[in-house]
């Protein structure tokens, strides 16, 4: 029995689900974890990487509150670090197995491809959460800056302290809607991501998935509440109509802040005489950006370059 004056890490309990029948996947197997706090509480799970091009950020987020006491945990907090893992260990969104979306395959299938099939591993894994955190982080090209916010969970997006909050409705298919469906309590939070700041954002979503765990009643709360999140509508993606190479004109600073029309987020450029074709720009009066390319890309027409909204 590990003693209680030990950190919740030293007392996880590490299992490994194969994905059934699945020949494509090999090796392949899902790698999760399970503690159970001395005190009666909510069940709690964590899921990162349910996109393999968000990486690690979410992940790491997650590591200071492994060093809580385990004295300190009430019920069962379950972790899965690597949701969909050879589309983590690719740096791509969806596995390049199948190229499906994950977060696209719930409530998955025992018999269909292999992301069906870890979307209905993943079910079982998370079945009987009162609260699911999914963290989507920011992205290896991308960083962002917001929090969902579903109905009957408000008190967990807004326990984040994201710069931006999102309300949106419940929809199947995605693994927020699935647990929804059986009652769990669900925060999706999208922030972070690859800049010369990423370790920044790092501590500031663990500080909100600390905070997530105290309202939900799983860990004492210590921190302060955070600053109110600003209500964002009309998400509106901003995409270039012909590829090129995008030269961003607003970087990692800009992320989670309120820009006026027109401000130049980013100039794409010919591919092959590099001669400016497109500029990109803000198109409400205020401009609150949630997500931004911060680096130099080459981009397809129509990529998904930035997320911006109307802030409330």
Same mark, same amino acid.
Request: proline letters at 7%; a negative charge.
């Given at each position: 029995?590990?003693?209680?004056?030990?950190?919740?890490?030293? +007392?996880?309990?590490?299992?490994?689900?194969?994905?059934?029948?699945? *020949?494509?996947?090999?090796?392949?197997?899902?790698? #999760? +974890?399970?503690?159970?706090?001395?005190?009666?509480?909510?069940?709690?799970?964590?899921?990162?990487?349910?996109?393999?091009?968000?990486?690690?950020?979410? !992940?790491?987020?997650?590591?200071?509150?492994?060093?809580?006491?385990?004295?300190?945990?009430?019920?069962?907090?379950?972790?899965?670090?690597?949701?969909?893992?050879?589309?983590?260990? /690719?740096?791509?969104?969806?596995? *390049?197995?199948?190229?499906?979306?994950? $977060?696209?395959?719930?409530?998955?299938?025992?018999?269909?491809? #292999?992301?069906?099939?870890?979307?209905?591993?993943?079910?079982?894994?998370?079945?009987?959460?009162?609260?699911?955190?999914?963290? #989507?982080?920011?992205?290896?090209?991308?960083?962002?800056?917001? /929090?969902?916010?579903?109905?009957?969970?408000?008190?967990?997006? $807004?326990?984040?302290?994201?710069?931006?909050?999102?309300?949106?409705?419940?929809? @199947?298919?995605?693994?927020?809607? #699935?647990?929804?469906?059986?009652?769990?309590?669900?925060?999706?939070?999208?922030?972070?991501?690859?800049?010369?700041?990423?370790?920044?954002?790092?501590?500031?979503?663990?500080?909100?998935?600390?905070?997530?765990?105290?309202?939900?009643?799983?860990?004492?709360?210590?921190?302060?509440?955070?600053?109110?999140?600003?209500?964002?509508? %009309?998400?509106?993606?901003?995409?270039?109509?012909?590829?090129?190479?995008?030269? *961003?004109?607003?970087?990692?600073?800009?992320?989670?802040?309120?820009?006026?029309?027109?401000?130049?987020?980013?100039?794409?450029?010919?591919?092959?005489?590099?001669?400016?074709?497109?500029?990109? @720009? !803000? *198109?409400? %009066?205020? @401009?609150?950006?949630?997500?931004?390319?911060?680096?130099?890309?080459?981009?397809?027409?129509?990529?998904?370059?930035?997320?911006?909204?109307?802030?409330?």
């Amino acid at each position: 029995m590990t003693p209680l004056n030990d950190t919740i890490r030293s +007392a996880l309990t590490w299992s490994t689900t194969a994905l059934p029948g699945d *020949p494509s996947a090999g090796s392949v197997a899902l790698r #999760h +974890a399970e503690v159970v706090g001395p005190t009666d509480g909510p069940t709690v799970t964590i899921t990162c990487g349910v996109h393999g091009d968000e990486g690690p950020w979410g !992940a790491l987020a997650v590591q200071r509150v492994l060093e809580r006491p385990l004295v300190e945990l009430r019920g069962r907090l379950r972790l899965v670090f690597a949701a969909n893992p050879t589309s983590v260990a /690719a740096d791509t969104r969806g596995s *390049p197995l199948d190229h499906l979306d994950l $977060n696209r395959c719930f409530p998955g299938a025992e018999s269909g491809s #292999h992301s069906e099939r870890l979307a209905a591993v993943l079910a079982r894994i998370v079945a009987g959460s009162d609260v699911l955190i999914d963290l #989507h982080g920011g992205g290896s090209w991308c960083v962002n800056a917001f /929090a969902f916010r579903f109905p009957g969970s408000e008190d967990l997006a $807004n326990a984040v302290g994201a710069p931006f909050v999102v309300d949106m409705a419940i929809r @199947t298919g995605n693994l927020a809607g #699935h647990v929804s469906a059986a009652g769990t309590r669900v925060v999706a939070i999208e922030m972070g991501g690859r800049s010369v700041d990423e370790l920044l954002w790092r501590d500031r979503l663990g500080d909100g998935v600390e905070r997530v765990l105290g309202v939900a009643e799983s860990l004492p709360r210590r921190l302060s509440e955070p600053e109110p999140s600003t209500p964002v509508t %009309d998400l509106s993606v901003v995409r270039p109509s012909i590829g090129g190479v995008l030269v *961003p004109a607003v970087r990692q600073d800009a992320i989670g802040t309120v820009v006026p029309k027109d401000t130049l987020l980013g100039v794409v450029h010919d591919l092959h005489t590099m001669e400016p074709s497109e500029s990109l @720009t !803000a *198109p409400f %009066d205020r @401009t609150a950006l949630l997500l931004i390319r911060p680096h130099v890309a080459v981009l397809e027409g129509g990529a998904m370059t930035y997320v911006v909204g109307r802030p409330g």
